[in-house]
């Protein structure tokens, strides 16, 4: 799995199959959390948020889990897909206005294997 | 609806020198922020801009400067360039101030420094 400021760690699937990218978020203060996808030569591309009121949210194909208690946050990926190879990366945000802090972890590199 | 355009997509320069990269961001959108990422340090926040002053700004030195237009065009500047400034600049747009809401990324500038 992926913490913040850890270097990049990397997941390989079968197509088909489920696949969970996992992340240790730092400040116990986030109250809003984003998953991230970076397909090679793009620039990051949103899938899902989950604000720290909730635990779990639900996307097309894609769920994400809070644990609030453990500071860990996750991205479940339903029937993964050749297209699903990226990197992904989580972010905590914390603070509003102009004074929050958005902090992204370093990523997961997902590999879907035909 | 067109995305978020970034140019130039590259460019190399030599210590010492400066750049200016550009951002247009989505139709409607009046909030850019600029991130710089590197393979050692991952996505970092540079600033953000909304309404053409700056909202929020990340921990980087006095030479990254950014600026946006009345149209909500933004451009980032950085002078007296050093080796470690190579890095892709991704310029990210969104509806609200203060990441409440989803960021749009554009594909970002490559600028490597000689």
């Known amino acids: 799995g992926e913490s913040v400021g850890l270097h990049l760690p990397t997941l390989s699937v079968q197509e088909g199959d489920n696949s969970i990218i996992n992340c240790a978020y730092s400040n116990s203060a986030s109250d809003y959390f984003i998953w991230y996808k970076q397909e090679s030569g793009k620039g990051p591309q949103f899938i899902i948020d989950?604000?720290?009121n909730m635990d779990k949210r639900q996307g097309q194909r894609v769920t994400v889990l809070l644990n609030k208690t453990v500071k860990h946050l996750s991205l479940q990926i339903a029937a993964t897909q050749p297209g699903d190879s990226a990197v992904y990366f989580c972010?905590?945000?914390w603070g509003g206005g102009s004074n929050y802090k958005l902090t992204f972890g370093k990523g997961t590199l997902l590999t879907v294997n035909p | 609806k067109a995305g978020v355009t970034q140019t130039p997509r590259y460019l190399i320069k030599t210590r010492g020198q400066q750049v200016t990269l550009s951002c247009s961001p989505i139709?409607?959108?009046?909030?850019v922020s600029w991130y710089q990422q590197t393979p050692g340090q991952g996505l970092q926040f540079l600033f953000e801009?909304?309404?053409?002053?700056?909202?929020n700004k990340g921990n980087f030195p006095g030479r990254f400067s950014g600026r946006q237009f009345s149209n909500s065009r933004s451009e980032m500047n950085v002078s007296t360039l050093e080796l470690g400034d190579s890095a892709l600049y991704l310029c990210?747009?969104?509806?609200?101030?203060?990441?409440?809401?989803?960021?749009?990324f554009g594909e970002g500038s490559r600028l490597t420094v000689l």
């Open positions: 801009y909304f309404s053409e002053t700056q909202r």
């Open positions: 990210a747009s969104s509806l609200v101030v203060g990441n409440t809401g989803e960021l749009f």
């Open positions: 989950i604000r720290s």
């Open positions: 139709s409607g959108h009046r909030s």
């Open positions: 972010a905590e945000n």
